[in-house]
């Protein structure tokens, strides 16, 4: 059972920037992809940004250019820099990993993002 723990999440005004992480229980060459999805109240869940075990990158139009995907092997941890934020980014924001192998994604437990204006 792979654990997945975010940190890095608050309250920030618009404009202002937070870098989210997300450690990983087991090493991060176990994934075939790992990713920041996000949930706002009322909404469903969406797509934020991915990365690949062998490197691409996608990304959320809606985000492109103001955060950026990242992640640490000697850490296993994945991070979410995020800068110029604005209200919409508004929601909570969960880590998740599609293992290697197969099977189904794990997710962490979700890490509050609110943006004021």
């Known amino acids: 059972q792979v654990q997945l723990v975010e940190s890095g999440g608050g309250l920030v005004q618009a404009g202002g920037s937070l870098r989210l992480s997300c450690a990983a229980s087991e090493s991060i060459v176990s994934f075939n992809f790992m990713g920041w999805y996000r949930q706002a109240p009322g909404k469903q869940r969406e797509l934020v940004a991915t990365i690949a075990r062998t490197g691409p990158i996608n990304y959320a139009d809606s985000v492109k250019g103001r955060m950026t995907i990242s992640r640490d092997g000697a850490k296993n941890t994945l991070y979410l820099q995020m800068n110029i934020l604005k209200p919409e980014d508004t929601a909570v924001y969960y880590c998740?990993?599609?293992?290697?192998?197969?099977?189904?994604?794990?997710w962490g437990q979700g890490t509050q993002v609110t943006v004021s204006s």
């Open positions: 998740s990993v599609a293992p290697r192998y197969g099977g189904s994604n794990y």
